[in-house]
């Protein structure tokens, strides 16, 4: 009998990249990768690479868990997914991480900018709109694990410490500040100002690369100063950052190891997060042919690139495990220790055991022995430790700072190319949009951004 190249292994629903209709997709394996196949009765079909390594993507159904959810859902389930966003009542993570776009402006005009922000695009959200969304994260989450301000580049935003001091006022566990790093590197006051947030407070700062070249490609501009401005004067006010690395395959794929080594040299970094580049936005230097990057990929050049991780400690994140991965490194006396080959799964798994155990331990069991214990004589950091993504493991350590902690973290967004139902009701980043709404970001940045929604019209007129 003739038998097919490849081997079938699931059924989900996509996206048509180019009209965005929902359609059948196919997962299948093949040459050791796995692809879906697409097709749409009106543009065709289409293959799509969404992994290179067929043993990782199918342990991610081993890390499945039953899904917390948000206190209350903001929309109901009518057109189908992804076209009644959010959150709908059918949607399966509540929001680990929420992103407050205080406004649409940016002091940088990036070739690369899933929200098209520029100096002269949109406008400032005003401080009631920011105090109402911020309000609505709080009322679907209660005491939200972590809130992140963004834009835009919310640096600019002329309330920007009005806004700080009301999100601080509320219960919040961690406050990120997303930013291009520009004005914490040109004026040295205001990083101090900012200092004074913490703790529970951090930097996400953009990164992506220490070449001038890849930065002019992604941002437009040569910022290999102002990055080094903006770590300097963070090392000096020991402000937790953790760099964030947008990779195209083919431009900075090559230097994730590098960026990992600097930054745990880096005093105040705290992790580095890698999010291989979403197609959404603006995208003026990016070929979809051949610069996506998957996130197999991204964690196996992770692998090749630095010899501190090995492959049984980038492990996937249980609450979103199709687009998020993770290593712990734990920072001690000069040395750099993977934690997460620690972690048993199946504590991962548990909500009420979800903790690092540390007994199978080799040569650092004596001193994670102690360090884990209880009863102790170094002083425990205000930060807390445990705060970052709320699935994460937590770590009850003691004699243990937040400075001590060091997370990779991959991060992959889907677009309308690997868009896949199944997944994206995990999707536990989410965007407040300005109607309060709480949008997952992959269909945020598809469907419900700005002129966008026009197309979302039109698609809801598809399917009444
Ligand atoms: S992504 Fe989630 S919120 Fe949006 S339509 Fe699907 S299930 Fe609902
Ligand atoms: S990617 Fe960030 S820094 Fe660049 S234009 Fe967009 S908002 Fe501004």
């Known amino acids: 009998m003739p038998v097919r190249k490849y081997t079938y292994y699931d059924f989900t629903l ?15 394996f093949r040459d050791e990768k796995v692809y879906m196949l697409k097709h749409c009765p009106e543009h065709g079909a289409s293959t799509v690479l969404i992994a290179d390594d067929v043993e990782y993507y199918k342990s991610i159904r081993n890390y499945n868990k039953p899904s917390e959810v948000p206190l209350r859902f903001n929309t109901k389930t009518h057109y189908g997914c992804p076209y009644d966003c959010g959150l709908c009542t059918d949607h399966e993570q509540h929001s680990c991480l929420t992103v407050v776009e205080i406004t649409d402006r940016c002091n940088l005009t990036c070739p690369t900018c899933y929200a098209c922000s520029s100096p002269t695009y949109g406008r400032h959200r005003t401080l009631e709109e920011v105090k ?4 609505a994260v709080v009322l679907n989450e209660g005491e939200p694990d972590v809130v992140q301000l963004s834009g835009g580049e919310p640096t600019i935003h002329p309330d920007f410490f009005a806004i700080l001091d009301y999100a601080k006022t509320l219960p919040i566990k961690h406050l990120m500040l997303n930013t291009n790093g520009i004005r914490i590197a040109q004026d040295f006051d205001f990083a ?13 700062l953009q990164f992506d690369s220490f070449r001038n070249g890849v930065l002019r490609e992604l941002r437009g501009a040569d910022l290999t100063r102002i990055r080094d401005q903006a770590i300097e004067h963070l090392n000096k006010l020991n402000l937790s950052t953790t760099l964030v690395v947008t990779v195209q395959k083919g431009l900075n794929d ?27 936005g603006r ?33 996937p994140v249980p609450c979103n495990p199709d687009s998020l991965a993770m290593a712990y490194i734990l920072k001690l006396d000069g040395g750099n220790f993977p934690l997460t080959r620690y972690v048993n799964p199946q504590d991962l798994l548990d909500n009420s055991k979800n903790t690092i155990v540390y007994e199978q331990d080799d040569v650092l069991k004596g001193k994670m022995i102690e360090l884990f214990s209880t009863g102790n004589s170094v002083e425990r950091s205000e930060e807390n430790l445990h705060a970052i993504l709320c699935c994460l493991p937590h770590i009850e350590a003691p004699n243990l700072t937040y400075s001590n902690l060091f997370r990779v973290i991959i991060m992959q967004f889907m677009d309308a190319h690997n868009f896949d139902v199944r997944a994206v009701k995990k999707s536990c980043v989410h965007i407040v949009d300005k109607d309060c709404r709480i949008i997952p970001f992959e269909t945020m940045n598809l469907l419900y951004r700005d002129e966008k929604a026009v197309r979302l019209q039109e698609l809801k007129e598809v399917y009444p």
Request: glycine share 4%; charged share 30%.
């Open 14 to 28: 996509s996206l048509c990249e180019q009209c965005l209709k929902r359609v059948d997709a196919k997962i299948v």
């Open 283 to 315: 995208l003026d230097n990016f070929r979809p042919a051949t610069d996506r990057i998957t996130l197999t990929e991204v964690r196996r050049k992770i692998l090749e690139q630095t010899p501190i991780l090995k492959g049984e400690d980038i492990i």
């Open 192 to 204: 101090r100002r900012l200092a004074e947030y913490q703790p529970d407070f951090e930097i996400y």
């Open 254 to 280: 090559d230097e994730m190891g590098a960026i990992i080594d600097y930054g745990l040299q880096q005093p105040c970094v705290r992790g580095v997060t890698f999010q291989p580049t979403q197609i959404a």
């Open 132 to 135: 109402k969304m911020l309000d």
